[in-house]
T-cell receptor
Framework: NAGVTQTPKFRVLKTGQSMTLLCAQDMNHEYMYWYRQDPGMGLRLIHYSVGEGTTAKGEVPDGYNVSRLKKQNFLLGLESAAPSQTSVYFC????????????????FGDGTRLSIL | AQSVTQLGSHVSVSEGALVLLRCNYSSSVPPYLFWYVQYPNQGLQLLLKYTSAATLVKGINGFEAEFKKSETSFHLTKPSAHMSDAAEYFCAVSESSGYSTLTFGKGTMLLVSP
């Protein structure tokens, strides 16, 4: 039972390079999320998706793009990497809120550690 | 808008002592509240969640949290700390409307000494 899988686990980039982080989930979740984690800042939402083909901006979306072409995958792209994007990136997934309004917990991957020189 | 404040970036306890990690939230609608734990080099794991049922919520590994609306708090406790509890703990709030995105606190690192 894999849950949420992030690829790659580590990466070093030079300023200006581009790359794509891949997130895959096997729980048939509708919702998927990308966060970044920086020391002393907690997790901040970059983008999220409430279904295949839909994406929305989170708290810190600048410099990132996302795509959700398949329900099980959520891609995070950096078109022109900057040192300020050095961080640990987490993907998460969840069911949609319950019809009664109940909050659904999010399930997290193990993260991608990205360094930009 | 929703927000979460975790008091204390680091909390130190002795093994066997009470663990108390504080979380206060701000939300314009009834909130859903979560505690997550992160061990080194791992993702976040759900400890427990409050979703408007019982105000005292029991989670995994002996942790529990109490929702106090009047104090807008959701503090995490454990009667007796174990060395394996050393980790970073995050409180998060989700509103009961919209897409229920999570807003996280900045985290509290729990240090447990022998």
């Amino acid at each position: 039972n894999a849950g949420v899988t992030q690829t790659p686990k580590f990466r070093v980039l030079k300023t200006g390079q581009s790359m794509t982080l891949l997130c895959a989930q096997d729980m048939n979740h509708e919702y998927m999320y990308w966060y970044r984690q920086d020391p002393g800042m907690g997790l901040r939402l970059i983008h999220y998706s409430v279904g295949e083909g839909t994406t929305a901006k989170g708290e810190v979306p600048d410099g990132y793009n996302v795509s959700r072409l398949k329900k099980q995958n959520f891609l995070l792209g950096l078109e022109s990497a900057a040192p300020s994007q050095t961080s640990v990136y987490f993907c998460a997934s969840s069911y949609p809120p319950q019809s009664t309004g109940g909050g659904q917990p999010q399930h997290f991957g193990d993260g991608t550690r990205l360094s930009i020189l | 808008a929703q927000s979460v404040t975790q008091l204390g970036s680091h909390v130190s306890v002795s093994e066997g002592a009470l663990v108390l990690l504080r979380c206060n939230y701000s939300s314009s609608v009834p909130p859903y509240l979560f505690w997550y734990v992160q061990y080194p080099n791992q993702g976040l794991q759900l400890l427990l969640k409050y979703t408007s049922a019982a105000t005292l919520v029991k989670g995994i590994n002996g942790f529990e949290a109490e929702f106090k609306k009047s104090e807008t708090s959701f503090h995490l406790t454990k009667p007796s700390a174990h060395m394996s509890d050393a980790a970073e703990y995050f409180c998060a709030v989700s509103e009961s409307s919209g897409y229920s995105t999570l807003t996280f606190g900045k985290g509290t690192m729990l240090l447990v000494s022998p």
